[in-house]
C-alpha cells in the first residue's frame, strides 16, 4: 500500500509539471489554433538558461523562477509578431511546417552553444519531504507546487479577468470579437507570448530534476502532444487533468512494466480515450 500510495503522489507531482507546459500549448492552439511545435524547445531554453544562471553566473534558483519566463514571453511575443502571425489563416499544414523549423532551429543553436552533454544543477533542491509517511523529492514538490499554482491562477486570469474574457472572445468568435472592439492582434500576441512563458517556467522548474540538453524538448513535447489529445484540444482545465492523470499512468506503467514500455501505456491510454471519445475528456471543436 505504501508503495502504491509512493507511486501515486510522484505521478501526481510529474502531471503537474507536464500541466504547465499543455496549459501553454493548448492556449496558443486555443485562440489561434496553431499547432506549436517549437514548444519543446521553448522548454528546453528555460532548462538550459536556468543551468547557466544558476552554475553558471552562480545566481540564486529562485531569480530564474522570475527572469527565464520573463525572457521568454518576450521571445514568444518577438516570434508571434514576425512569424507566427504571418500562418494563422493559412492552412494548418503551414503553422506545422514554420514551428517545426523554429523547432530545428533552436535546437542547433542550443548545440552550438551548450554542445550535446547533459547539464545538471548540482545540490540545488535535493533534500526530501514526508507526505503521509511517504519521502517526496523536495525539486519535485517545488515543482509542482509552482506549476500548478501557476496553472491554475492563469485559469482564474482567464474566467474572471476582462483581458481573460477576451482571449476567450478571441478563442470562441475571432470575427464577432473583432467586431466587438476587441483587438485580435494584440490578444493573439499576449496569448503567444503566455504560452511560451509558461513553457520556459516548465524548464526551469525541471532543470533541478533532469540534467538538460539541447535536444530534451523533443522529448517532453511528445508526452505534452499525449496530454493534449487526452483532455482535448482547445480545453484548459481539460490539459490540467489530462497532465495529472499521464503522470499517474506513466509512473505506475513504469514501475509495473519497465520504463520503456510504461511510457507506451501513456500512448495506449490516449488511444483508448480517442476511441471513446474523439475529441479527448473536455475538448471543444476546431473551428473551420
Not at 500500500?1 to 492552439?29: D, R
Not at 506549436?36 to 538558461?49: D, P, Q, R, V, Y
Not at 519497465?258 to 476511441?275: D, E, H
Request: proline share 3%.
Amino acid at each position: 500500500m505504501k508503495t502504491l500510495l509512493e507511486l501515486l503522489l510522484n505521478g501526481i507531482l510529474l502531471g503537474g509539471v507536464y500541466a504547465l507546459m499543455a496549459c501553454g500549448l493548448n492556449l496558443i492552439f486555443g485562440v489561434m489554433r496553431v499547432i506549436n511545435f517549437a514548444h519543446g524547445e521553448f522548454l528546453t531554453i528555460g532548462a538550459l538558461a536556468t543551468y547557466s544562471l544558476c552554475v553558471t553566473f552562480k545566481l540564486p534558483f529562485w531569480m530564474a523562477l522570475l527572469v527565464v519566463p520573463a525572457v521568454m514571453a518576450v521571445l514568444g511575443y518577438a516570434m508571434q509578431v514576425t512569424l507566427i502571425a504571418r500562418v494563422i489563416n493559412a492552412p494548418m499544414i503551414m503553422s506545422l511546417l514554420l514551428t517545426y523549423a523554429l523547432s530545428t532551429v533552436l535546437v542547433n543553436i542550443g548545440l552550438y552553444i551548450y554542445g550535446g552533454g547533459f547539464k545538471g544543477i548540482p545540490g540545488l533542491l535535493t533534500g526530501s519531504v514526508q507526505v503521509m509517511g511517504v519521502g517526496l523529492s523536495e525539486a519535485r514538490l517545488v515543482a509542482f507546487g509552482v506549476a500548478l499554482g501557476v496553472s491554475l491562477a492563469v485559469f482564474a486570469f482567464l474566467k474572471k479577468s476582462l483581458f481573460g474574457k477576451a482571449i476567450r472572445a478571441v478563442s470562441q468568435e475571432p470575427e464577432i470579437a473583432s467586431i466587438s472592439g476587441i483587438s485580435v492582434e494584440r490578444v493573439r500576441n499576449a496569448t503567444f507570448a503566455l504560452g511560451a512563458a509558461m513553457a520556459g517556467l516548465a524548464g526551469v522548474l525541471i532543470a533541478p530534476i533532469y540534467a538538460a540538453d539541447p535536444q530534451m524538448g523533443s522529448r517532453f513535447l511528445i508526452k505534452v502532444f499525449a496530454v493534449v489529445v487526452i483532455g482535448g484540444m482547445g480545453s484548459y482545465g481539460g490539459a490540467i487533468a489530462g497532465a495529472l492523470l499521464l503522470g499517474v499512468v506513466e509512473v505506475l506503467g513504469g514501475y509495473a512494466f519497465g520504463q520503456m514500455a510504461g511510457s507506451a501505456v501513456v500512448y495506449l491510454v490516449m488511444i483508448a480515450v480517442l476511441l471513446v471519445r474523439p475529441r479527448g475528456l473536455f475538448g471543444v471543436g476546431v473551428r473551420a
